[in-house]
Structure formats: structure tokens, C-alpha cells
């Protein structure tokens, strides 16, 4: 029997044979034409980019964070002075806690991490509409903004998640 010579894919290193055009790991056509070659090198570009606007979507949600985190201490801190008010402090600086405990968490696991800073975000909300059903539209349009960052987190962290584990595949480099 003849013995076949092997070669390695050029993107990931895995061994193929003579008659392997794709490469059954990444799908590189190390043995293909130019062409089939350059549409490989664009669609890894596009998710490379993809990736990149995904982290800076992640980077505003984590702006946003912080910044949820700040106004919290702040007004924690301002309702501590206050002698009617001090069990609000308390409550309002252990938000401040929970935000920036979502910081950390976003960095890493954005999914997991945005999913929660949401949820806590919309059930601080929701306490405070309990208490007078007029504060809902009291800072509409910034809760609109901040429910649209929260969303695009949301998609970017999907985003970020599938087109990273597609890129370590192919050891290209995830900027």
C-alpha cells in the first residue's frame, strides 16, 4: 500500500492529506485556488471586525456601569447625611456595590454580567415605581438611552462570544 504525504494547514496546524482542498478544522483551502483563499482572509477580517465593534459596545456598557455606580454612591453618600433618609443611603450604596461588582463581571463574562446589571437595573426601577407610579416617566428619555445601551451590550456580548471562539479556531489573533 502507498504510503500519502501529509501537510499542515497553514492557519491552524492541523495535518491534512494531499487530497484535503479544506482544511477539516478552520476550513482554510490550503489546497485551493487564490480565490478561495482571499474570500477566507476577508470573512476572518469581517469577523475580526465584528469583534471589534462588539468591544466597544462592551465598553460603553461598562461606561455605563460606572457611571450607574458613581451617581449611586453619590446619592448614597448625600442620603447618609440626611437623618430621614439613612436606611435609603445604605440601600443606594449597596447598588453602587452591585454595579461595580457588574464591572468586574462583564469583563469576564459580558453575557452573563450585562444580563444581570440589566436586571438589577430594571428592578431598582420597578421599586421605585412602586413607591410613586409618576417617577416612571421621570427621566424617560435617559432610561430609554440606557435600556438601548443595555440592549446593544446584550447583542455585542452574543457577538463577542461566537465570533472569539471562531477566531481561537483558527489561532487568528482577537485584537
Request: charged letters at 20%; proline letters at 3%.
Amino acid at each position: 500500500m502507498m504510503e500519502q504525504s501529509q501537510i499542515q494547514c497553514s492557519k491552524c496546524k492541523t495535518t491534512l492529506s494531499q487530497e484535503d482542498i479544506f482544511c477539516p478544522n478552520c476550513g482554510y483551502p490550503e489546497n485551493g485556488g487564490q480565490e478561495e483563499k482571499d474570500k477566507f482572509d476577508y470573512r476572518i477580517k469581517l469577523k475580526m471586525n465584528v469583534l471589534k465593534d462588539a468591544k466597544k459596545k462592551l465598553k460603553n456598557v461598562k461606561i455605563l456601569l460606572w457611571v450607574l455606580a458613581a451617581f449611586h454612591l453619590l446619592a448614597g453618600l448625600f442620603y447618609l447625611t440626611q437623618e430621614l433618609t439613612f436606611y435609603d443611603g445604605i440601600g443606594t450604596l449597596i447598588a453602587s456595590i452591585i454595579f461595580i461588582a457588574c464591572v468586574f463581571w462583564v469583563k469576564n463574562q459580558p453575557l452573563t454580567g450585562i444580563m444581570a446589571a440589566f436586571v438589577f437595573w430594571i428592578l431598582l426601577q420597578l421599586s421605585v415605581v412602586f413607591v410613586d407610579p409618576s417617577l416612571l416617566f421621570h427621566g424617560i428619555i435617559l432610561k430609554i438611552i440606557f435600556i438601548g445601551i443595555f440592549v446593544k451590550g446584550i447583542s455585542s456580548a452574543k457577538d463577542y462570544k461566537e465570533f472569539s471562539q471562531k477566531l481561537q479556531v483558527l489561532n487568528a489573533p482577537n485584537e
